[in-house]
């Protein structure tokens, strides 16, 4: 099936940039919890992932012709991923209570992660690339001295194995409630996709670890969120890799690097590492609906940037190559 771009949108209003993304043929979008929209005029207020702000922050984007497909964000999680038990039940609850708001305001799809006290890294943030456009990158070496996070202090010793156990247990919580709502859970992988990280266990960093993953709760509710930048790094062959977890890909990050999972940077789409062409074509194997979008962009000269890695003019030039990108691919698979 072909897909559909879903952009991210990090403002909390309207800007030129939805504007231009609906120039480009794009009309939906993967959001961000809300956090601008809560009432503290309300004695207890609001959260962001209560309805009334989700429902608000969807009327302005349908307002400006833009469709929210997903949710790319979480309440606080790590009490539930690290096991820690005064914090779980609260967790698990804001968790249930966005899931159903989602399905009751028709938000399709849930962009989490499983990457307990630290969430995606990079060590450095503008490298100086091709032209004199800004990277991101990741190096090992830059943090092998920096400390174990804090919240190991609260929890001890973490293994591989308890991450496996409480991410069995959420899901047998939590699949339920997402299948009664009809909203797609679709993990990320872990970022980079290293065996640990500042004495950290991951668990989401192989090919192997997503099928584990999909054998856990049996249900197409459970599913994933294919980011080509972390599976290229993963495996050297990211065509097999769609072809494996096809099943259960709903959403679809779009990137490229050159190195591996311990040293690497982020480049312009088709500057890096991927053979995106044969990417392009597994994908079209998908037969569900199933979203894309782009991910982590240089910054190229007069870009502006909220959050390095997602540049204006970065993402705009990644969307038209994309979309040529597919347009040769399908019609190479229907000649």
């Not at 990158?137 to 092998?144: A, M, Q, T």
């Not at 599913?223 to 290229?232: D, K, L, S, V, W």
């Not at 890799?241 to 679809?252: C, G, H, P, Q, T």
Request: overall charge negative; hydrophobic content about 40%; some cysteine.
């Amino acid at each position: 099936m072909e897909p559909k771009f879903a952009e991210i949108i990090l403002e909390n209003r309207p800007s030129w940039f939805w504007r231009a993304l609906k120039q480009l043929g794009v009309d939906y979008v993967d959001g961000v919890l809300p956090r601008w929209f809560r009432d503290w005029r309300q004695v207890e207020e609001e959260k962001p992932w209560d309805y009334e702000p989700l429902m608000r922050y969807k009327q302005m984007l349908e307002e400006n012709g833009l469709r929210l497909v997903a949710i790319e964000d979480n309440p606080p999680m790590d009490g539930v991923r690290l096991g820690i038990r005064e914090l779980k039940e609260e967790e698990l609850d804001a968790v249930a209570r966005l899931i159903e708001n989602m399905g009751k305001l028709g938000i399709k799809i849930w962009i989490y992660n499983w990457m307990a006290g630290i969430l995606w890294s990079r060590t450095r943030t503008h490298i100086q690339g091709r032209g004199g456009m800004y990277v991101t990158g990741f190096s090992i070496d830059d943090i092998k001295n920096a400390p174990e996070p804090a919240i190991l202090k609260r929890v001890g010793k973490v293994t591989h194995e308890d991450l496996w156990r409480n991410l069995k247990d959420f899901l047998e919580y939590i699949i339920p409630i997402a299948e009664q709502y009809d909203v797609k859970l679709a993990i990320h992988p872990d970022d980079p996709p290293i065996p640990d990280y500042r004495g950290i266990p991951r668990i989401m960093n192989s090919v192997e670890a997503f099928e584990k993953l999909m054998a856990l709760v049996k249900s197409e509710h459970n599913g994933i969120t294919f980011c080509m930048g972390n599976f290229t790094l993963m495996t050297d062959d990211i065509a097999n890799a769609i072809r494996k977890l096809k099943d259960r890909i709903y959403f679809v990050h779009f990137r490229d690097v050159q190195g591996d999972k311990y040293n690497f940077v982020e480049t312009l789409i088709g500057e890096g590492k991927t053979d995106l062409v044969k990417a392009a074509k597994a994908l079209l194997e998908i037969d569900h609906e199933w979203y894309l979008r782009v991910d982590h962009t240089p910054t190229l000269e007069n870009d502006v940037e909220f959050v390095p890695g997602y540049s204006y003019l970065g993402r705009i030039y990644s969307i038209g190559y994309i979309k040529g990108l597919f347009t040769v691919a399908i019609k190479q698979r229907n000649n």
